[in-house]
């Protein structure tokens, strides 16, 4: 069974600029969660689908943060405008609705000059 | 926001020893799973332990859950180099559907 896919792996832009992440979760997956990690810190929820509607976005930024995931697939995470406290890995999870357990993609590791 | 603690925030051992870390949180969870992170990389789950759960087994990983002090460990026995990692225990709360809560992380370094 193929993991959680995520590209860029790793990307730097300046602040004020904007940047788009994207994920693929596991086959058949009905819930897909978007987290933000800063260095030495647990990842934090920043957004949570089920299918193509959002569950939970309350720690979403959401005068620069946005999401969408486009026919319960695959998803997109945008920055615009990134600021310098954005420098963070976000990371990609997937779930089915019987399972508990979230799988984690790889991770793409921002760095906003 | 509810959020599990972690302690100690670092750990080194040797290669052989074993190697324990907590999780303390703060309000009634339906369970706990505790996370593996190698450097660069994304979380691997480890274990999870419901509510009504005291201690579970996998491997050479122990977990205990203490829910009337609102704490969890993870042991890992005999450890090797491999285990060196980050550790995160990660909460659910009741009626939060699937949502995790992260704490900081235990950083553990197996010296061989």
């Known amino acids: 069974e193929a993991g959680v896919a995520q590209s860029p792996r790793y990307k730097i832009i300046e602040k004020r600029q904007s940047v788009a992440f994207w994920c693929n979760p596991i086959?058949?997956?009905?819930?897909l969660y978007w987290y933000q990690q800063i260095l030495g810190q647990g990842p934090k929820l920043l957004i949570q689908?089920?299918?193509?509607?959002?569950?939970?976005d309350s720690q979403l930024p959401k005068d620069r943060f946005s999401a969408e995931r486009l026919k319960g697939v695959d998803s997109t995470l945008k920055i615009q405008p990134a600021k310098l406290e954005d420098s963070a890995v976000y990371l990609c999870?997937?779930?089915?609705?019987?399972?508990?357990?979230?799988?984690f993609g790889p991770g793409t590791r921002l760095l906003v000059l | 926001s509810q959020q599990g603690e972690e302690d100690p925030q670092a750990l080194s051992i040797q290669e052989g020893e074993n190697a324990t870390m907590n999780c303390s949180y703060k309000t009634s969870i339906n369970n706990l799973q505790w996370y593996r992170q190698n450097s660069g990389r994304g979380l691997v789950h480890l274990i999870l332990?419901?509510?009504?759960?005291r201690e579970k087994h996998s491997g050479r990983l122990r977990v205990t859950l203490d829910t009337s002090k609102k704490s969890s460990s993870l042991l890992i026995t005999a450890s090797r180099a491999a285990d060196t990692a980050s550790y995160f225990c990660?909460?659910?709360?009741?009626?939060?559907?699937?949502?995790?809560?992260f704490g900081g992380g235990t950083r553990v370094l197996v010296k061989p």
């Open positions: 086959s058949g997956h009905a819930t």
């Open positions: 332990i419901r509510s009504n759960e």
């Open positions: 990660a909460t659910v709360l009741r009626a939060a559907g699937n949502k995790l809560t």
């Open positions: 689908f089920q299918n193509n509607g959002v569950v939970d």
């Open positions: 999870a997937s779930s089915s609705d019987r399972k508990e357990t979230q799988y």
